[in-house]
């Protein structure tokens, strides 16, 4: 299969596997990449903080897929204690498949999560990092793969995030960078595949890793992130500003899942092929220099696993 050619026609089926999917939000990138799971048989499970959202979501899956198995794991990746309650119900789920980590905040103003970490870095990173090797055994039962949407704003940050994740100083000091902070949790996420997908590796644990990034999609995210909601007001313009100017979040889904479901080599990053990869179909690309940086990978990896308390694989 050439990789500028991918469609969801390429997609294949699903049934007998159980995806979990993080930011499962209502018509954005983790509800579009459920429901084609579910459409071709997968057991989706729904991952977010909110029970009533979920809901939401596993209802609209289940309107376009009648008989769609879709159940619900609540965890909030801003608080390292609800992933761990998160991951213990989990255990319940059996092998796993594919996690999809989407969930995420970009733009956030400044601010700290009861663990002490920055709110765009623990949400992009740190959380979704305990999450995963939380998992990990459910996945390698699955001889599965772990999919960690990034972004091209990964390219935003000057260098990986490798200081004190505890100390206000590495996040500006006085004058909080928001979109370079949010830059470097984004650059997390693919030094994070490609160390995740080493250690497997080396470890002979059966579980591959893969990034994708949706390009310009038009999601709540952006009025999310900087208003803490997507209607009312200045927040209904940012997001109608944003939505008239990018492709659907249904077309922003579609390189996680070619990196959820296409024959791929692991530490694979997918994203759009248009202009700038902000639009189009998905196909393989690669990350700036600081994303292909073993030697940061390794050190953020060290980091996390400090930070986290927890070591794998």
Request: glycine share 12%.
């Amino acid at each position: 299969m050439s990789a500028t050619a991918w469609s969801l026609a390429d997609v294949p089926d699903q049934t007998g596997r159980t995806v979990v999917v993080t930011g499962p939000s209502h018509g954005g990138l983790g509800h579009r990449t459920a429901l084609e799971l579910a459409r071709r048989g997968a057991r989706v499970v729904l991952a977010g903080r909110t029970p009533a959202k979920l809901d939401e979501t596993a209802d609209a899956v289940r309107d376009e897929v009648p008989g769609a198995e879709v159940e619900r794991l609540v965890v909030d990746l801003a608080d390292l204690d609800s992933v761990r309650r998160a991951g213990e119900e989990a255990t319940a789920l059996g092998p796993l498949h594919v996690l999809v980590n989407n969930a995420g905040v970009m733009g956030t103003r400044r601010s700290r999560t009861r663990d002490g970490l920055d709110l765009q870095l623990a949400t992009n990173h740190f959380g979704p990092f305990l999450l995963t090797g939380l998992l990990l055994p459910q996945l390698a039962a699955g001889e599965g793969r772990v999919v960690t949407v990034s972004s091209q704003a990964h390219r935003l940050a000057r260098r990986a995030p490798l200081g004190d994740p505890r100390d206000p100083a590495e996040q500006g000091g006085r004058r909080y960078r928001t979109w370079r902070t949010y830059g470097q949790s984004k650059l997390a996420n693919l030094l994070f595949t490609a160390e995740l997908d080493r250690r497997c590796r080396e470890a002979g644990v059966p579980v591959t890793a893969l990034a994708a990034h949706p390009g310009f999609a038009g999601t709540h995210l952006a009025a999310n992130g900087r208003f803490g909601r997507a209607s009312g007001g200045v927040a209904s313009v940012l997001d109608a500003a944003v939505r008239a100017v990018s492709q659907s979040a249904a077309a922003g889904a579609w390189p996680t899942l070619m990196a959820a479901t296409a024959d791929l080599p692991g530490g694979s990053y997918v994203g759009p092929s248009g202009p700038a990869e902000a639009r189009g179909v998905p196909r393989l690309t690669t990350g700036n220099s600081l994303a292909r940086d073993p030697d940061a990978a390794r050190e953020l990896w060290r980091l996390s696993r400090r930070t986290t308390g927890i070591s794998y694989p």
